[in-house]
């Protein structure tokens, strides 16, 4: 007389993040939520980690707002002690430029680290991480330059932000729609013009009304309003978009301990991605290439 079979036991994602460091060879090749995958506490940990970032990025944002804020208040003040500032001019482009360089940071930072696909915030991946390159040189130059010579190179270092306002405006935008779900070629055209007009308004009043006797330009004043304004929205975008990036890591990591992993969104836009920008161009070569983009 035969005895029975056991049925046999298939350990949820939970008991497979306790057991997977032990658990090396066959079981490889099990699903990763029911499995003893090592790769599921890989996906755990980077979950985690960039939960934690892009928390830590969002309370960044924050602070660039307040320190925006501060900035229209200390351009009021400034206005109206002109002969005698109660905040140095020096000072102040120190914490503007430097501020903005620091911002371009985090912007680069949070759009590198996001669980989401790549492509499902901009269609053109590459082009977007070349805007956010740029984006940090053309920040970083202002910012050096007033630190050695504030007042030889003031001008053109103005001149230079409100020109980079185009990036700046354009990398807001994207997450924006990417927020609201908006895609197509339209949205893009719609994104540059935007991002232009942004940065032509503000070079148009800082170049247009003319100068003081001293060579002063005379819409530094409302320039700076426009532009203080400016950052406090696109602060407030970013933080929203980091937000949201904590809130999908904390459902991926649900997803991978307590669901069924085939229905993970992130993880099938993820292989999509990775299939479309690895996979399908190395393929046309005859060859795989796994090198970064």
């Known amino acids: 007389m035969s005895s029975p079979t056991l049925p046999a036991h298939r350990p949820t994602a939970a008991a497979g993040a306790a057991g997977a460091a032990g658990a090396i060879g066959p079981v490889l090749t099990e699903p990763l939520d029911c499995s003893y995958n090592i790769l599921l506490v890989y996906r755990l940990n980077e979950m985690r980690q960039m939960e934690n970032l892009n928390f830590a990025l969002a309370i960044a944002c924050l602070g660039y707002c307040g320190l925006n804020i501060s900035l229209i208040v200390v351009n009021y003040v400034n206005v109206l002690h002109e002969g005698d500032p ?90 924006l729609w990417s927020l609201f779900r ?6 893009t055209v719609w994104m540059a013009c935007i991002a232009s007009l942004i940065s032509l308004c503000q070079l148009g009043l800082y170049n247009c009304m003319g100068r003081t006797e001293d060579g002063e330009m005379i819409g530094e004043v409302p320039a700076h309003f426009l ?67």
């Open 86 to 175: 109660p905040v140095s001019m020096k000072a102040f482009h120190m914490l503007e430029f430097w501020g903005t360089l620091l911002f371009s940071v985090v912007l680069c930072i949070s759009l590198t680290s996001t669980p989401k696909s790549i492509l499902n915030i901009y269609d053109n991946p590459l082009t977007l991480r070349l805007v956010l390159f740029f984006n940090i040189v053309a920040a970083s130059i202002p910012a050096v330059l007033v630190t050695l010579n504030y007042a030889y190179f003031e001008i053109l270092c103005h001149e230079i932000e409100y020109l980079n306002e185009v990036t700046m405006s354009f990398v807001d935008l994207v997450l």
């Open 182 to 187: 908006i895609k197509g070629q339209t949205s």
């Open 227 to 293: 532009e203080f304004s400016f950052a406090i929205i696109s602060s407030l975008i970013t933080f929203w978009f980091c937000m949201d990036n904590k809130f999908v890591c904390g459902k991926e990591i649900g997803e991978v301990l307590y669901g069924t992993h085939e229905y993970c969104n992130i993880c099938d836009a993820s292989s999509r991605e990775f299939t479309g920008t690895y996979l399908r161009s190395s393929s046309s070569k005859g060859e795989k290439n796994y090198g970064s983009v």
